[in-house]
């Protein structure tokens, strides 16, 4: 997907140190279709604020002071369904990331990354993929090989025909702004038809609702 000229990715960025949140708001500010759109030192102070901003992806670090951000993610992913969420951290122990994944994160990426896997990183999670650092990556594919996932046994709740359409459209690679314009609906539309299925999947994040539409179609 090109991004248009006129229209630049949209970053937030929720970081404690000082010293990342400086390295982070240059990466990104430096590179062409991209912009920072806020950055905030704590979940608490990031909640009342981001929507404000509608970022296309938020940058999320996990220790940070006061409210974890597994908890983070979880709040604005609900607030936020159309923004991807991508945890940028020291750690990278099975328990943290997949309770960042639980929570609804798209990605997962840690901070002695190369710029440019951040910078990919960024665009890969608004295209509707899922950044892995590869320590990361190998772990989680170790943990699936061992504990295969199993497929859901509860049936697809009833989605409205527009829902369904929606989610068609998630499923091929769109994303939500694209989703709007082949269907012929506002972005915003999209954005509340989007808060509506994860309400009745029970997900919290457009990469849950497409894997459980998905499987639930393949049943």
Not at 110 to 119: A, F, G, P, Y
Not at 164 to 169: F, N, P, V
Not at 192 to 212: F, G, M, N
Request: glycine share 6%; proline share 6%; net charge neutral.
């Amino acid at each position: 997907m090109k991004i248009d000229a006129e229209k630049k990715l949209r970053v937030a960025i929720i970081e404690d140190s000082k010293t990342m949140l400086v390295t982070l708001k240059g990466l990104i500010g430096k590179t062409d279709g991209m912009e920072v759109c806020g950055t905030w030192e704590s979940a608490e102070a990031a909640l009342p604020k981001i929507h404000t901003c509608e970022p296309d992806v938020v940058l999320v670090d996990l220790e940070l002071p006061g409210m974890h951000g597994h908890d983070c993610i979880r709040i604005l992913s609900a607030v936020l369904p159309c923004a991807a969420f991508v945890v940028l951290t020291i750690h990278d122990d099975a328990e943290r990331v997949f309770g960042a994944i639980e929570a609804g994160a798209n990605g997962y990426l840690l901070k002695n990354s190369q710029h440019q896997e951040i910078i990919d990183g960024i665009h890969m999670a608004q295209k509707g993929g899922s950044p892995l650092s590869p320590a990361v990556a190998s772990m989680v594919i170790r943990a699936f090989q061992k504990n295969p996932p199993k497929k859901p046994t509860v049936p697809l709740p009833s989605l409205s025909p527009r829902e369904r359409q929606i989610l068609d459209h998630l499923a091929k690679g769109s994303v939500p702004k694209e989703a709007a314009a082949d269907l012929g609906i506002s972005y915003e539309t999209v954005r509340d038809y989007l808060k509506q299925i994860y309400q009745k999947l029970h997900v919290r994040s457009r990469t849950e609702a497409v894997l459980r539409y998905i499987d639930a179609k393949e049943a």
